[in-house]
């Protein structure tokens, strides 16, 4: 059965940090491509960052470019989310999203989100 339990959002002023923490199990997490997406209130769920084991490739929103970074342990199967500068436009349900597309077939998971709210 894979999970994946994010974990760290909360409630921070603006200017502020915070760091998500993505925890997976069940998968072979150095196979996937991992991803960080958000859904603000009222609005569709959109991406944020990607980060691509394969070759340590990162990709992001232009909205959170130099803001947030995003990195993966490999040793604690976890993905993170560095949050710096925050803006109250970040708020946000923060979702983790891990994918795959192998000769098995392809694969998509999500977390069950974590809020955060950013404070004027």
């Known amino acids: 059965q894979v999970q994946l339990v994010e974990s760290g959002g909360g409630l921070v002023q603006t200017g502020g940090s915070l760091r998500l923490s993505c925890t997976a199990s069940?998968?072979?997490?150095?196979?996937?491509?991992m991803a960080w997406f958000r859904q603000p209130p009222g609005k569709d769920r959109e991406f944020v960052a990607s980060?691509?084991?394969?070759?340590?490739?990162?990709y992001y929103a232009d909205s959170v470019k130099g803001r947030f970074t995003i990195s993966r342990d490999i040793a604690k199967n976890t993905v993170y989310l560095q949050m710096n500068n925050l803006k109250p436009e970040d708020t946000a349900v923060y979702y983790c999203n891990g994918h795959v597309i192998s000769i098995a077939g392809s694969y998509d998971y999500w977390g069950q989100g974590t809020q955060v709210t950013v404070s004027s």
């Open positions: 069940g998968l072979t997490f150095n196979q996937y491509t």
């Open positions: 980060h691509i084991h394969k070759d340590g490739s990162t």
